[in-house]
C-alpha cells in the first residue's frame, strides 16, 4: 500500500513498491516548459458528451488519498487528437495546504498552482474497465486543470461542491450529489480549445504508463476561502492527519506539443489592435 507522507511508502518509496512502472520513462507529472512545446496540427477541439448534464456527477468520496467525483454512465470525450472516443469515469483532486502551499501536480514554466483537478476516461472500447485500459499505452486520458485563485466565495460550482466536503472527512465516507452540479458548471472560464498533449502516466502508484494528457492552459478560478476548505476539512487515510500535500513531484521531461500558432499569433494581433485602439481612446 502507498501513500504520500509516511516514510515507508511515501513517493520515494514507489519506485520499488511497484517496480516496472513507477521507475518507468514516461511517468507524470511533469514541469512543462511552454516555449518548448511543439505545434500539431492535429490537437483539434474536443468534443463533451454530458459535461452539461446536472445528473452526471453521482457521489463524492474521500479515498484516503484525495477528494474523488466520479460519473453516470454516458459521460465521454472524443476528437481533442485522441484515436477515438473515451468514458469519463472520474475526477480527483491534487493539493498542498491552502493556498500559501500550492499542490498542483503539474507545472507550467516551473510555476506551480494552488490545486488541480484530473478527469479520467478510458477508450471506449474497453467499457469501463480499467485493468484492461492501462495495458494499452494509450488506454486512458487525462484531463487536468489548474486551479488559481479569485476573489471570494467563487464560483457558486465550487461552492456548492465544497459544501460536501463535511460529510467525508474520514476515509472511505461517501456523499451522493443531489443533482446541483455539471462539469460544466466546475470547468466554467476556461478555454478549453487551449491545451498542452503529451504521453506519461497515472501519477498514483502502479503508476501505468497508459495515459494521453492533457493539460489545459488556463486555469479553473477558484476563491482562497473554498481552496482552503481542502487542507482543512478531511483526513488522510489510517490517521489523524488533515489532507494536505496531495501530489507527486515533476519526473523527468517528456516532449509536449500544443495548437499551432497560427490562431495565438492572430489572437495577440487582434488584442495588440485593441491596446492601440484603447491608446486612441484615451487620448480623447
Ligand atoms: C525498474 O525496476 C525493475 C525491477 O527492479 C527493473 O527490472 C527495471 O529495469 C527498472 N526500470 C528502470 C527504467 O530502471
Ligand atoms: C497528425 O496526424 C497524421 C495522421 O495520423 C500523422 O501522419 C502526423 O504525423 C500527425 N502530426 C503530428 C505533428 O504528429
Ligand atoms: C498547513 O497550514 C496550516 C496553516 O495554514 C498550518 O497550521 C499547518 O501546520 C500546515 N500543515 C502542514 C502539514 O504543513
Ligand atoms: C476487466 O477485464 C478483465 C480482463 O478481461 C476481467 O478479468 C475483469 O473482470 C474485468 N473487470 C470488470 C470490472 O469488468
Ligand atoms: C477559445 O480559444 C480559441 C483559440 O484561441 C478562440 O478561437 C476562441 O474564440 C476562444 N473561445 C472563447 C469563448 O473565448
Ligand atoms: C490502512 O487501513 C486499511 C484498512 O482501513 C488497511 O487495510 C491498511 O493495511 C492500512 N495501511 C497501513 C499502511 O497501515
Ligand atoms: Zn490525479
Given amino acids: 500500500e502507498w501513500c504520500y507522507h509516511d516514510p515507508d511508502c511515501s513517493e520515494s518509496t ?3 513498491l511497484a517496480a ?12 512543462i516548459v511552454s516555449g518548448s512545446a511543439t ?4 490537437l483539434t477541439e474536443f468534443t463533451f458528451e454530458g459535461y452539461n448534464s ?11 488519498d484525495t477528494v474523488k467525483v466520479t460519473f ?3 459521460v465521454k470525450i472524443s476528437g481533442g487528437g485522441l484515436s477515438e472516443s473515451y468514458d469519463s469515469l472520474q475526477f480527483h483532486l491534487h493539493w498542498g495546504n491552502g493556498t500559501a502551499e500550492p499542490g498542483s501536480e503539474h507545472t507550467v514554466d516551473g510555476k506551480r498552482f494552488p490545486m488541480e483537478l484530473h478527469i479520467v476516461n478510458t477508450k471506449s472500447t474497453y467499457s469501463r474497465n480499467t485493468t484492461l485500459a492501462v495495458k494499452d499505452s494509450e488506454g486512458l486520458a487525462a ?4 486551479i488559481e485563485v479569485s476573489v471570494d466565495d467563487q464560483p457558486a460550482s465550487w461552492k456548492t461542491l465544497t459544501s460536501y466536503l463535511t460529510s467525508i472527512s474520514n476515509t472511505g465516507e461517501k456523499i451522493t450529489i443531489q443533482g446541483d452540479l455539471s462539469l460544466d458548471d466546475l470547468l466554467s472560464g476556461v478555454n478549453r480549445s487551449n491545451y498542452y498533449r503529451y504521453l506519461g502516466s497515472l501519477t498514483t502508484p502502479v503508476c501505468n504508463e497508459a495515459v494521453v494528457w492533457t493539460v489545459f492552459k488556463e486555469p479553473i478560478k477558484v476563491s482562497k476561502n473554498l481552496i482552503d476548505l481542502f487542507s482543512s476539512s478531511v483526513y488522510i487515510k489510517n490517521s489523524t492527519s488533515l ?3 496531495v501530489y507527486r513531484s515533476t519526473q523527468p521531461s517528456q516532449p509536449v506539443s500544443t495548437q499551432p500558432k497560427a490562431s495565438s499569433s492572430t489572437k495577440s494581433g487582434y488584442s495588440l489592435a485593441l491596446m492601440t485602439f484603447a491608446l486612441i481612446m484615451a487620448r480623447y
Fill in 39 to 42: 505545434e500539431d496540427e492535429n
Fill in 243 to 245: 489532507m494536505v500535500h
Fill in 20 to 31: 516496472l512502472h513507477c521507475n518507468g520513462t514516461r511517468q507524470s507529472p511533469i514541469n
Fill in 72 to 74: 453516470t454512465t454516458g
Fill in 14 to 16: 514507489w519506485p520499488s
Fill in 54 to 64: 446536472k445528473s452526471a456527477l453521482e457521489r463524492i468520496e474521500n479515498t484516503g
Fill in 143 to 146: 484531463l487536468g486543470f489548474l
